[in-house]
């Protein structure tokens, strides 16, 4: 895909890491889901975004701890 643009800066934005996991918390019955995107940032103001993560998500055992550890939560609505 095309690098996202920074739409204030006018700027393409670079990745910054390209698994990026993010971690939608345990809910009721649903596990702990883990999507993995490219982090991008716009090298002009610093902004980033998580963006390209699939349609289906992993559970922690299928995944390296430290990545699970520095993942960055968020919850889907
Ligand atoms: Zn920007």
């Known amino acids: 895909?095309?690098?996202?643009?920074?739409?204030?800066?006018?700027?393409?934005?670079?990745c910054?890491?390209?698994?990026?996991i993010v971690n939608d918390p345990a809910s009721g019955n649903f596990p702990?889901?883990?999507?993995?995107?490219?982090k991008w940032k716009c090298p002009k103001c610093g902004h980033e975004?998580?963006?390209?993560?699939?349609?289906?998500?992993?559970t922690a055992d299928k995944l390296d701890?430290?990545?699970?550890r520095n993942s960055i939560e968020f919850t889907y609505a």
């Open 1 to 14: 895909m095309k690098a996202p643009i920074c739409v204030p800066c006018k700027q393409e934005m670079q």
């Open 16 to 20: 910054e890491l390209s698994d990026c």
């Open 32 to 38: 702990a889901t883990y999507w993995i995107g490219d």
């Open 49 to 58: 975004i998580v963006a390209g993560c699939g349609i289906r998500g992993l």
């Open 65 to 68: 701890p430290d990545k699970v």
